[in-house]
């Protein structure tokens, strides 16, 4: 199945059968996944900004529905909510616990590897799909995010699913049929969108490019891609707009937007903001302040720098380098067949797509985002990998393009092994010396021009050793080391590098917002309550049991998700997620306070401490700039007309939490 797969038809019209050492060795790649995704999971940190809301949504049926990220519904969470949806099912299940929604994004990565074998399986043939299942379980971007409870999993498996349909599609075009799977394929994608907006349509032009080989006429071809077209926009926009069209007043504020539109929040904040750059949203000019400072500037090589790397790079030249390859190889053979343009269209559309994206966006860019790359890249090295052993053993020149590829693989890892000088300083030469080895025996039994008498296969597996042992020692150091809250908000793989500095520079920008500089303090204790928040949260619970808010913390998330994360308080963030949300408005405030719907508001400790930099805030500063002033006209309104409460009716740790304010 295997050999000159860069010149035949791979795909097969049905499951091709499967040997017991072939699902053998799948179950083991699976286990692989499972063993990394899932190692640690009962003592894990996860995103508290995401976890809390999954506490409100699944205790808070309109929270659910409307993605609220308290359950007094004042803010929504910056996401749609359908990987959220999904991660409520574990809580559902097992009960509130970290655990049980980690679970849940654990068990979405191993159903992530084994839908990607099957792909390529059609495709390419079962020893191919093996490799490339076995890239992607490894693959270090991947275990990061399998390991936290971000949406990028979910959508991965969706986009994932989407291809194994758009493949049977063109599979069934031949015999009049495969209408059904497109239309599938146009579900799984408006899912993705679902849960990760703008970044689950990536992929559209690479899936629409790949049903253009199906062997129908064009207008059939053009007409089946307009009806799954049609149905991409529906499951894609069907939620966005109920939330469009529900009455603002009933509903949770858009978080992160400046102007409470679901649009903004999904084609600006979310989306163009992110490739564009520029002040979309709520965080204002923050936005393009810190934008690229999470990951690498943007350009050509942004994927094979230092801070990309390690997480996404092991084996991306050979990736880009086999797509060329198919190129020059189709272009001779004028194309192909309809299954094989098919594959290359899908897997080298989806990796240049995505990655020409991913390079040169200008807004904010996480280092994860690029877990998106990572079947296409784990796709096609192995098929490349795959092709050139075919042509080694066929003694054909083209063998030696083999012993080039684990050459160059190999030196690609020894220089991001490099990176890290100081954690494991002999991998990088055991790779090294691994590689050359296998190249020159390679070059020494090359078939036909045989110098040394050595079996091939076990060389070449020394070869695929070298070239998976950097990322799989980046996915086991990411697995064995402890996550904090910090770590899972912005997940990335591997030991602490010279590109961890590009995190610390964000952070920097960062304390330019005076809700931000909170950031640390909030984020290391969101796990847990300190005494004195427990102080604070068992004396409002007491003391306002009927309110809609009993409690509401200012600097939005980073105050409130101790209190959600730990209780079924009715906790409300103002703010939204860093505080900077235009929401609640002062009117608001004081409405709810009137009805006796807010019973006390908490200006966290960190909150004073930076009022004392900077001053207190005072009427005359509310009045213009979203970024500070809507929590400086809260914080005002707060200090003038709600009683502050003595720490000493609280509890003795009362004012490390900060100050409490009756409002009821």
Not at 492 to 500: M, R
Request: glycine letters at 12%; hydrophobic letters at 50%; one cysteine or more.
């Amino acid at each position: 199945m295997t050999t000159g797969v860069l010149e035949r038809t791979a795909a097969q019209p049905a499951d091709p059968p499967t040997r017991r050492w072939e699902g053998v060795a799948l179950l083991g790649i699976l286990g692989l996944a499972a063993v990394l995704y899932c190692w640690g999971i009962g003592d894990r940190a996860l995103q508290p900004y995401y976890a809390a809301a999954i506490r409100s949504m699944t205790e808070n049926g309109k929270a659910f529905l409307l993605g609220g990220f308290d359950p007094a519904g004042v803010v929504s969470i910056d996401k749609t909510p359908f990987a959220f949806w999904i991660q409520g099912i574990g809580v559902w299940i097992f009960g509130y616990h970290w655990w049980a929604i980690a679970l849940v994004q654990a068990i979405e990565g191993v159903a992530a590897v084994f839908v990607l074998h099957r792909v390529v399986r059609r495709w390419a043939g079962e020893r191919p799909a093996l490799v490339a299942a076995l890239i992607l379980a490894v693959s270090p971007i991947s275990t990061a995010i399998d390991r936290v409870n971000q949406a990028d999993g979910l959508m991965v498996l969706l986009l994932l699913l989407a291809a194994y349909c758009v493949t049977r599609a063109v599979e069934r075009a031949s015999v009049g049929k495969g209408t059904g799977w497109l239309v599938s394929a146009g579900v799984f994608v408006g899912l993705a969108f679902f849960a990760k907006m703008l970044a689950g349509w990536i992929l559209l032009p690479a899936l629409a490019i790949t049903y253009l080989a199906a062997p129908i006429s064009w207008p059939k071809r053009l007409l089946r891609l307009l009806l799954a077209g049609v149905v991409t926009a529906v499951v894609s926009l069907a939620w966005p707009i109920m939330i469009g069209l529900w009455p603002a007043g009933d509903r949770p504020y858009i978080g992160s937007t400046s102007d409470n539109s679901i649009w903004q929040l999904i084609f600006g904040y979310n989306g163009f903001g992110r490739v564009a750059g520029g002040s979309i949203g709520s965080l204002g000019s923050l936005g393009s302040t810190y934008g690229s400072q999470f990951s690498a500037a943007a350009g050509p090589l942004r994927l094979f720098g230092s801070s990309l790397a390690g997480q996404i790079g092991w084996l991306l030249p050979l990736a880009l380098a086999t797509v060329l390859g198919a190129i020059i190889v189709l272009a001779r053979k004028r194309g192909g067949t309809p299954q094989q343009r098919a594959g290359w269209l899908l897997w080298g559309g989806w990796l240049i797509v995505a990655g020409l994206v991913f390079s040169f966006a200008g807004g904010i860019f996480h280092r994860y985002y690029t877990v998106e790359l990572a079947p296409a890249i784990a796709a096609l090295a192995a098929v490349g990998l795959s092709a050139c052993w075919g042509w080694y053993r066929a003694g054909r020149a083209a063998g030696l393009l083999l012993p080039l590829a684990i050459l160059g693989s190999g030196a690609f890892a020894f220089v991001t092994l490099a990176g890290t000088p100081d954690w494991l300083p002999w991998l990088r030469f055991a790779v090294a010396i691994a590689t050359v080895l296998a190249v020159l025996l390679l070059l020494g039994a090359f078939p036909g021009r045989r110098l040394l008498s050595v079996p091939a296969r076990p060389v070449v597996a020394l070869g695929v050793i070298a070239l998976l042992a950097g990322p799989l020692a980046f996915s086991v150091d990411t697995m064995l080391t402890p996550q904090t809250v910090i770590t899972a908000a912005d997940p990335a793989a591997g030991p602490t590098s010279n590109s961890d500095m590009v995190t610390a520079t964000a952070q920097g920008a960062l304390r330019s917002s005076k809700a931000a500089q909170a950031y640390l303090g909030f984020m290391d204790q969101a796990a847990t309550l300190t005494p004195g928040q427990r102080e604070v949260l068992t004396y409002v619970t007491a003391h306002a049991p009927n309110a809609r808010i009993q409690l509401a913390v200012e600097l939005g998330s980073w105050g409130a998700d101790p209190f959600l994360v730990n209780s079924s308080a009715r906790v409300a963030a103002f703010g939204g997620y860093i505080g900077v949300d235009p929401s609640p408005t002062t009117t608001q405030v004081a409405q709810w306070a009137k009805d006796h719907q807010l019973g006390y508001v908490l200006l966290p400790a960190p909150l004073l401490e930076i009022g004392k930099q900077v001053g207190a805030p005072s009427p005359k500063q509310a009045t213009s700039s979203v970024d500070t002033n809507t929590l400086d006209a809260r914080i005002t309104w707060v200090t003038h007309h709600c009683a502050p409460v003595r720490p000493a009716l609280i509890g003795p740790d009362a004012t490390q939490a900060g100050l409490l304010f009756s409002c009821g």
